[in-house]
């Protein structure tokens, strides 16, 4: 795995990703609108999001989209709060580095984010 230079270009990236899956749910299933738990929700299947093909995957309160078009396959896990893309923390960040093919604790993704909202 290639170590992850610590900047926040992975968050952003990250958050896009985020917005973009979001809203593409949304519109598939508006009555996710809102929740911040899947409970109660069923969710999965492809998504075609800006000509990128993905799959979802609900898993306990959250999602997971898996891009399988184009590669790297990569993961964005939403594990809370699937209607607000703009929700991140340092586990999604890991998972989403790690996809990547980049090596990154969950102790230096936590760094990672709290040096972005120290600079915010």
Known sequence: ??????SSDLIDELLGCQRRLSHALLERHPEVRG???LVGFRISGDLDVNGELWTVAQ?????AFTRQVPAPQLVVDMHTSVSNP??????????????KGQSLSYAEAAQL???RRSVA
Not at 59 to 63: C, I, N
């Open 35 to 37: 929740s911040d738990w």
């Open 86 to 99: 703009e929700v991140v923390d340092a586990w999604r960040i890991q998972q989403f580095a790690e996809s």
């Open 113 to 115: 984010l709290q040096k």
């Open 1 to 6: 795995m290639r170590q992850v230079p610590m």
């Open 59 to 63: 898993h306990g309160a959250g999602a």
